[in-house]
């Protein structure tokens, strides 16, 4: 099971870039790398996904190394909306098939400042 | 997109007693999962709700305490049987489509155990 770290906390100001850099040296060949928001008192909704170079839409982008050891999600110009807590996933399954499981770490709470 | 809504949103248990949750999806869905997020953590998959048969468990969760219904391709329903104060928690469903990586969360259902 591939396992993720990334930062607990983050605080940024309005306007500014974010950037939120999350490892998982286990990553296997066949895993995407996945992204999720959550909102207090909210489900987790999903940002982006990945597998390799970089993606981007109309909310985030991805970064994501040829080695596929970490990855970044980058948030242009964030605003006080984007306070929640920001979780990096990566499909792996012990028994090898995915089959839809999500394991989330602990995330990162992103705090905006005005 | 989907709508996918919970029932009850929250609720208020005494020890020993059991709450049936209810999750419905506004359109046929194949995957439909369960997860717990006690305060202040993260989530945690409890079982893969599959339609037509038995659903599938992770470590640490048994059918006899979380019973799990899946009787079509839009509801699913999550009990939480013989309840104690370590079961407080929020409750939460998701389904997937064509992405399994890629889930729709319900708002959650914050039980709460005396």
């Known amino acids: 099971l591939a396992k993720t770290t990334q930062p607990i906390s983050m605080d940024s100001y309005e306007g500014q870039e974010v950037n939120i850099t999350c490892s998982h040296n286990?990553?296997?060949?066949?895993?995407?790398i996945t992204w999720y928001q959550q909102f207090p008192s909210q489900g987790p909704r999903f940002i982006i996904q990945?597998?390799?170079t970089k993606v981007t839409n109309e909310v985030a982008s991805l970064f994501i190394p040829a080695d596929r050891k970490s990855s970044t999600l980058s948030l242009p110009r964030v605003s006080l909306s984007d306070t929640a807590v920001y979780y990096c996933?990566?499909?792996?399954?012990?028994?090898?098939?995915?089959?839809?499981?999500?394991?989330f770490g602990r995330g990162t709470q992103l705090t905006v400042w005005p | 997109s989907a709508v996918i809504s919970q029932k009850p949103s929250r609720d208020i248990c005494q020890r020993g007693t059991s709450l049936t949750i209810q999750c419905q999806v506004d359109?046929?869905?194949?995957?439909m999962f369960w997860y717990r997020q006690q305060p202040g953590q993260s989530l945690t998959l409890i079982a893969t709700?599959?339609?037509?048969?038995?659903?599938?468990?992770e470590s640490g969760f048994v059918i006899d305490k979380f019973p799990i219904s899946r009787p079509n391709l839009t509801f699913s329903t999550l009990t939480v049987s013989n309840m104690s104060p370590e079961d407080s928690s929020i409750y939460l469903c998701?389904?997937?489509?064509?992405?399994?990586?890629?889930?729709?969360f319900g708002p959650g259902t914050r039980l709460t155990v005396l």
């Open positions: 996933l990566v499909g792996a399954n012990p028994r090898g098939s995915t089959l839809g499981r999500l394991y």
């Open positions: 286990n990553i296997a060949t066949n895993d995407y």
């Open positions: 990945g597998y390799k």
């Open positions: 359109s046929q869905v194949t995957m």
């Open positions: 709700a599959n339609q037509g048969s038995e659903a599938t468990y």
């Open positions: 998701s389904f997937s489509r064509v992405s399994y990586n890629e889930q729709f």
